[in-house]
């Protein structure tokens, strides 16, 4: 394997470690009748769960469905994405399952977040990941737009006050004649 896959089984190992910690630290605080702090660790346990599955997605693609790991974190990333552009009509149930949802939809955030941009330094140890940035940069107006006039303030459109103006139908070729139109 590679060192980017390397780095994806690791970050997979470290999401299972901190969601057996909290399912472990949710078990003593069951075991030792401590209801004040259960919210607390069921709330860990809600949010370490859902981020492990998501690094156990990448890592299935992998190990299992044989895809490129660049492949399968950018395949899962668009599954999370788009998990998260959806979660806002996510079912109604209990207060429970609406907690449930809530940790689920922060875990997504978290794990989207998480890979958004990797630091290539890490886990191939070569030189810098960020591209360098060659040319000189632009000063002054840009070439389409002519400056203002000495003196103007900016902005030098009108202010819109009174009615806006009427606007004027288009009368390209695939506008129909007004007597046609509904």
């Known amino acids: 394997m590679n060192a980017f896959c390397d780095h ?21 605080v069951l075991d030792e009748g401590e209801d004040h702090k259960f919210a607390a660790a069921m709330g860990r346990v809600a949010h370490a769960q859902p981020y492990a599955r998501w ?13 490129d790991p660049m492949a399968a974190l950018t395949k899962t990333r ?6 998260l552009l959806h979660s806002g009509t996510r079912r109604v149930g209990t207060w429970f399952d609406i907690a449930q949802d809530h940790a689920a939809t922060e875990a ?7 890979t958004a941009i990797f630091n290539l330094d890490t886990i191939t140890g070569t030189g810098s990941a960020t591209p360098t940035i060659t ?3 632009r000063t002054g107006t840009p070439p389409h ?11 030098t459109w009108r202010p819109a006050v009174g ?20």
Do not use: C, K
């Open 8 to 28: 994806l089984f690791n970050l997979r190992d470290q999401a299972l470690d901190e969601a057996m910690r909290a399912r472990a630290d949710l078990t003593f």
């Open 55 to 67: 690094w156990m997605t990448v890592t299935d693609e992998i190990e299992h469905g044989g895809m």
């Open 78 to 83: 668009t599954t999370a994405r788009q998990s």
């Open 108 to 114: 997504t955030r978290r794990f989207y977040h998480d």
């Open 135 to 137: 040319g000189t940069p």
């Open 145 to 155: 737009t002519t400056p203002p006039p000495p003196g103007t303030a900016v902005p």
């Open 163 to 182: 009615p806006a103006p009427a606007l004027q139908p288009d009368t390209g070729p695939d506008t129909p004649p007004a007597t046609n139109r509904r």
